[in-house]
Structure formats: structure tokens, C-alpha cells
């Protein structure tokens, strides 16, 4: 049953891309396999994580092996191609939501062989309309689901993947994970990269001073509740920003 539902949306993804985007609609069950996220199996349906959520009644991000998920699929309804310029701050995730597409769709109907866009490209889109305030908070919803699921991961110097992170390849990783492409470079850099807020929002940046080194030296993803998840020497986890030693360095916040 499993095989015969991944077969038919992929060739249904494809009738989508071969006709402009016609309208489609379709529902399928999706049985959570081991390594699965509310996040991995939004984007192979083409849905938002609330919508998984709701059609679910689920009220967390919590799944398990087994599990049954109905699902949806929706895309335009006779859209012609139209384009879109980049512009700075976007992602091929915001972008995509955005227009009802996926990033597969997007990176397909404009070639792309990897998440990485520039400011004044202009791409191919399924519509006409700009990333909102919606896709903006729907990419940082993601961030932080993506961000959490690496809590236990252990510190590695340098470390950029699974197996083990720094701080900065922490933030290197999570966010190219869904979507938003940066490049690898050092907390300081983030920090100079970042723009500086005062009120941040679950997927914003923290940023610490003056611990290993002088200056910028650490930060993490910020995800409410007063608490940041991050790579420290002990490995990836969840803390309180009113912890003494991180309240002690504390520098602001930031986003990209």
C-alpha cells in the first residue's frame, strides 16, 4: 500500500510540471517511517506543517513509526508561469510557499541544482505573488523543528552535520536544511551578517560574547519560552537564557 501511494504522487508531480501547473488535487495516508518529521513529509506532500497538523488534530510536533497521517496535496489552478525577482532576505522556501509550490517544483522549473539564490535573480514561479509575513513565520516554524530535533547530537570542532556541530556549523546546517541558503562562516560573521532586533521570535538568532575568545564568539536559535537551542561544548541543547553564565555574556539578537 505504502509503494503504490509514493508511486502515484510522484507521477502526479510530474503531470504538474509537465502541464504548467494545472489543477490537481488528491489525499493520501502517509505511514511515519523511522527519521520522519512533521517537516520531511510536509514538503513530499506540498502541504504546511499547521495543515498537517490540523488535518491530524495533532497538537505538537510529535510522531511515531507507524503512525498514520492523512495528507493533501493542492497546487495553482491554471497559473500561468510567471517570474519572480530575489530579493534580499528571500529562500527558495519562502519563495515557494509564497507561490503554492514546492522547492523541488521551484528548483525544477528554473534548473537549479542546489538551495543557493542571489539578490536580482529572477526565477520562473507558479504565480505572481511575494513571500509574506505568513511564509516568513512558516520558514522559522520549521527552523525550530528542524533545530530541536538535534538536541543529544554531540559537540564536534568545526562539525556541520549530524554527526556533530560547532556552533556556527549548527546554524549552517539547520538553516540549509530548510531552505535558507548561507554560507559556512563564523558566529562573528552571523553576527555582522544579521540584522539586529530587540523583540526576537522563535527562529531568530542569540548571540554570545567574550567565552572562548574575545569579541562574538557563540550563538544559537532562539525558540521561545525565554530559551535558545545551540551547540556548546557539552553538544546540542536546549537552555535557558536566564542561565548565569549566558545571561553573563549575552551580545542581542538577530535574523537573517
Not at 66 to 82: A, H, M, P, R, V
Not at 103 to 112: F, T
Request: with cysteine.
Amino acid at each position: 500500500m505504502k509503494k503504490t501511494t509514493r508511486t502515484w504522487i510522484t507521477v502526479a508531480t510530474g503531470f504538474v510540471l509537465a502541464t504548467g501547473f494545472s489543477s490537481k488535487e488528491s489525499a493520501a495516508t502517509h505511514t511515519v517511517q523511522s527519521g520522519d518529521s512533521l517537516w520531511k513529509i510536509s514538503q513530499s506532500y506540498n502541504v504546511s506543517i499547521s495543515e498537517l497538523q490540523s488535518i491530524n488534530n495533532l497538537s505538537g510536533y510529535t510522531i511515531y513509526p507507524g503512525q498514520k497521517l492523512e495528507t493533501s496535496k493542492t497546487t495553482t489552478s491554471n497559473t500561468n508561469t510567471s517570474t519572480y525577482t530575489v530579493k534580499s532576505g528571500d529562500s527558495l522556501w519562502a519563495i515557494s510557499r509564497a507561490n503554492n509550490m514546492s522547492v523541488s517544483q521551484l528548483k525544477s522549473l528554473n534548473n537549479l541544482s542546489s538551495n543557493t539564490i542571489y539578490v536580482g535573480q529572477v526565477l520562473k514561479v507558479a504565480g505572481s505573488s511575494t513571500p509574506t509575513t505568513t511564509t516568513q513565520e512558516s520558514y522559522k516554524t520549521a527552523l525550530v523543528t528542524e533545530a530541536k530535533k538535534h538536541i543529544g547530537t554531540p559537540y564536534k570542532w568545526a562539525g556541520s552535520a549530524p554527526g556533530g556541530f560547532d556552533c556556527s556549523g549548527f546554524i549552517y546546517y539547520t538553516h540549509n536544511k530548510v531552505g535558507k541558503s548561507i554560507s559556512r562562516v563564523s558566529a562573528a560573521s552571523y553576527y555582522n551578517m544579521a540584522t539586529k532586533i530587540s523583540s526576537p521570535e522563535p527562529g531568530d538568532l542569540v548571540f554570545f560574547k567574550d567565552t572562548y575568545k574575545s569579541g562574538i564568539s557563540h550563538m544559537g536559535i532562539f525558540v521561545g519560552n525565554n530559551s535558545f537551542v545551540h551547540a556548546s561544548s557539552s553538544g546540542v541543547q536546549l537552555t535557558s537564557l536566564s542561565n548565569t553564565y549566558w545571561k553573563s555574556h549575552f551580545a542581542g539578537y538577530g535574523k537573517f
